[in-house]
């Protein structure tokens, strides 16, 4: 069973640009949710999505963003990229909504702003 | 909000001996504590999981203890070998039936051979 996949592994913006993000949960997963991971702060919750409804939101400004389709594929989208936006983007999924679904992470998006 | 503090920054042990990771959390209201194992340029990695009903688990060398009333958890790992050098991170779910997750600040794991 294919895990969690996100596309493009890697990628290179440049500031005041926009990126979108894709991320295809583990099939038969419905819950998908982002992360942002830099060495400065560490693991930070963005979103969670569930049947294409943005069920929670993270401390972040309004130029991230994100979307889940019907197939339950979601994308992240950053507009005006700032420097300080540079960070690995974790996708993760999870069978179901409900207390202590198991959560599987991707292999991340690496994001660097120039 | 929910804030999980891990313990130590970094650890480093002999091959074969055990290593211990500490975590505190602040929600009581947090039911599910899954640890992650991130390797250099990968996504984390699920090794193991508590909830919130359970005191301890195992699975082969890895165990997890949860002490509800102190509102902390810890990760064990017994005849640690070399690949189990990674960064650690533990985990809490503070809202129920939702999949955020606060994450604690890691911890480097170094096994010397």
């Known amino acids: 069973k294919a895990g969690v996949t996100q596309t493009p592994r890697y990628l290179i913006k440049t500031r005041g640009q926009q990126v979108t993000l894709s991320c295809s949960p583990i099939?038969?997963?419905?819950?998908v949710s982002w992360y942002q991971q830099t060495p400065g702060q560490g693991l930070q919750f963005l979103f969670e999505?569930?049947?294409?409804?943005?069920?929670n939101k993270g401390n972040f400004p309004g130029r991230f963003s994100g979307r889940q389709f019907s197939n339950s594929r979601s994308e992240m989208n950053v507009s005006t990229l700032e420097l300080g936006d540079s960070a690995l983007y974790l996708c993760?999924?999870?069978?179901?909504?409900?207390?202590?679904?198991?959560?599987?992470f991707g292999e991340g998006s690496w994001l660097t702003v120039v | 909000g929910e804030n999980v503090e891990q313990h130590p920054s970094t650890l480093s042990v002999q091959e074969g001996d055990s290593a211990v990771i500490k975590c505190t959390y602040s929600d009581s209201a947090s039911n599910y504590f899954p640890w992650y194992k991130q390797e250099l340029g990968k996504g984390p990695q699920l090794i193991i999981d508590?909830?919130?009903?359970?005191g301890e688990k195992k699975d082969q060398r890895i165990a997890v203890t949860l002490n509800k009333t102190a509102k902390h958890f810890s990760l064990h790992i017994t005849e640690t070998q070399p690949e189990d050098s990674a960064v650690y991170f533990c985990?809490?779910?503070?809202?129920?039936?939702?999949?955020?997750?606060?994450f604690g600040q890691g911890t480097r794991l170094t096994i010397n051979p």
């Open positions: 099939s038969g997963h419905r819950s």
């Open positions: 985990a809490a779910s503070p809202i129920q039936g939702a999949q955020k997750l606060v």
């Open positions: 993760a999924s999870s069978l179901n909504v409900g207390s202590g679904n198991t959560i599987y």
């Open positions: 508590i909830r919130s009903n359970v």
């Open positions: 999505y569930f049947s294409e409804t943005q069920r």
